[in-house]
Nanobody, 129 residues
């Protein structure tokens, strides 16, 4: 069973930055598409960014384009979400998820739980002054 662990969340002031990490200790993430998602209180879970297994293909939601960057490090076996220019609207629990279909050509930011079958427990991001 693939277990994902998110880290890097916390409290940050508006305009600040955070870098989230998604890792697993027992399996390699290489070959898998990884997505970042978030869920704010009282709202549905939404897609944020995703990255293909090669790392060369990425997609982001319109709300975070130009502010968030997803990347992956095959040596560290970790996927990162660099979040800049944070606003209170970015406050949410952030989850990473893995699509276990190997070598899928493209990723999606759709919350597709038939595709993204492995999810972490989430990390809280709070943007507040």
């Amino acid at each position: 069973q693939l277990q994902l662990v998110e880290s890097g969340g916390g409290l940050v002031q508006p305009g600040g930055s955070l870098r989230l990490s998604c890792a697993t200790s027992r399996f390699t993430l290489n070959g898998f598409t990884i997505g970042w998602f978030r869920q704010a209180p009282g709202k549905e879970r939404e897609g944020v960014s995703c990255i293909s297994y090669t790392g060369r293909g990425t997609k982001s939601a319109d709300s975070v384009k130009g502010r968030f960057t997803i990347s992956r490090d095959s040596v560290e076996n970790t996927v990162y979400l660099q979040m800049n220019s944070l606003t209170p609207e970015d406050t949410a629990v952030y989850y990473c998820a893995a699509d276990p279909t190997p070598f899928r050509a493209a990723c999606t930011v759709a919350v597709d739980k038939e595709r993204y079958r492995y999810w972490g427990q989430g990390t809280q991001v709070t943007v507040s002054s």
